[in-house]
């Protein structure tokens, strides 16, 4: 599957990325954005990694349209099934960041059932506006 740097248009793009078995990692980043300088390399050499099991999409706020959960950049948002599971926003302290990426990514790629959210309400889904430069 691959890291892919995405454009994403409307809504109905988001639910495209969305239509696989596989989860689903959106890292959401800005280019005014210091902590996205790391974030970025970081999320894509550890993806690189698990390439088969999870489909990686770094996505740039200054293309892509709002999600409602992506309130500040970077924020990485995993979906299963179609429905958010997991959002982080940032990667905590600079020396925890590396562990906590690789943890995430290890938890989905094992194929440890994950619940979803506790809310029986559909994800959000982004809104067809332009994008915000954040």
């Known amino acids: 599957m691959g890291i892919a740097t995405a454009v994403i248009a409307n809504a109905e793009d988001y639910q495209r990325e969305l239509s696989t078995p596989l989860p689903v990692f959106m890292l959401f980043i800005s280019e005014h954005c210091p902590a996205c300088g790391e974030a970025g390399p970081l999320f894509e050499r550890i993806a690189g990694k698990y390439a088969n099991t999870v489909k990686s999409l770094v996505l740039d706020t200054a293309q892509t349209p709002r999600h409602p959960d992506v309130t500040g950049t970077p924020t990485l948002l995993i979906f299963q099934n179609g429905q ?42 982004p809104e067809s506006t332009p994008p915000s430069h954040r």
């Not at 690789?102 to 506790?118: C, L, N, Q, V, W």
């Open 84 to 125: 958010m599971v997991e959002k982080l926003k940032g990667f905590g302290p600079q020396e925890d960041q590396e562990q906590t990426v690789k943890d995430t990514f290890s938890r989905y790629a094992t194929g440890m059932e994950i619940s979803p959210p506790t809310s029986t309400e559909p994800s959000p889904t």
